[in-house]
């Protein structure tokens, strides 16, 4: 059995368990991952434990990704895979260094659009295996005291650079530029969407990045399908940085050209409303 990355086939090394939360399965650009899966991956049985999933070869660590939805703060999604052919990267990260061989990032307070286009904060984890059939344990998200047994192993490791915090720029902006507020995680983030000759850019910063790759970046060619239009072609870009101080301020690093639906991070209702109020005084 062989995994894909890029069109290139890799044997795996270990398997494992692969569904996602039912609710993903019409929402899947919550996840901010390039790869779908099948639909009978989606079950319930994958919000505890892995249930009656099947397991797949990977040459990488196994991920378990647990996303708080910004509609519904009670409810809860879980992706569980490959990490490497979800995201169609090979992660530079190697659990085997830390305890149990695992490693965890956790952010409680993950700003990202909800429907409405409104900013909501929320939980997001991100949890990398490297034993076989290891991502079917974590099934909450963590407690409050490091010693709780949900805690995430990995959480405090690596959160500077040059022994300093990492700053990131925080702001957004319906241009390219934007550089005003400021914060401070594990990894600097950008995200930027074109439709139509318009732009959207939002940057801001994260203590998770499932990628497992300190800087990376990845455009998406997206398709919006509101209900007042017909199909809007659009253009999006989402980047991670850590190798500088505000490096969300202008990022280079390596691209990964993938196609989803629709975009991730930054909101379009004004892009939305700004090209519908055109159409109606034309």
């Known amino acids: 059995m062989f995994l894909e990355i890029n069109g290139q086939q890799i044997t795996g090394s270990i398997k494992c368990y692969e569904c996602a939360s039912k609710g ?21 049985d994958c919000d505890q434990s ?19 939805d910004p509609d519904n ?58 034993a076989d059939s290891c991502n079917n344990k974590r099934t909450t998200l963590p407690g409050p005291n490091t010693g709780d047994a949900s805690a995430c192993s990995g959480q405090l490791y690596n959160y500077t650079i040059g022994n300093d915090r990492l700053n990131c720029y925080e702001c957004s902006s319906n241009s390219w ?10 990894y600097c983030m950008k995200s930027t969407v074109q439709m139509q000759g318009r732009y959207s850019t939002r940057r801001w910063c994260s203590d998770v990045n499932p990628f497992g790759v300190n800087e990376f970046c990845q455009s998406h060619d997206i398709t919006v ?19 500088r101080q505000y490096c969300n301020g202008a990022i280079s690093v ?3 050209i993938f196609s989803i639906i629709i975009p991730i991070f930054v909101p379009i209702v004004q892009i939305l409303s700004s090209i519908y109020s055109e159409k109606k005084l034309s």
């Open 24 to 44: 993903l399965q019409y929402r899947w650009d919550l996840t901010g991952l390039p790869r779908s899966l099948s639909d009978s991956a989606f079950m319930i």
């Open 50 to 68: 892995a249930g009656s999933a099947s397991k797949v070869p990977c040459n990488g660590p196994c991920l378990t990704y647990i996303i708080q």
């Open 73 to 130: 703060l009670t409810a809860l999604f879980f992706v569980r895979g490959c990490q490497a052919t979800l995201t169609q990267v090979q992660s530079t990260l190697n659990p085997q260094g830390f305890t149990n061989q695992i490693f965890c990032e956790y952010d409680s307070k993950f700003t990202r659009p909800n429907s409405l286009g409104q900013m909501v904060d929320t939980q997001v984890l991100a949890e990398f295996c490297s």
């Open 177 to 186: 530029r934007c550089e005003t507020g400021r914060c401070s995680k594990k």
């Open 225 to 243: 399908n509101p209900s007042m239009y017909n199909t809007i072609s659009a253009y999006t870009t989402q980047c991670y940085c850590k190798d």
């Open 254 to 256: 390596k691209y990964t």
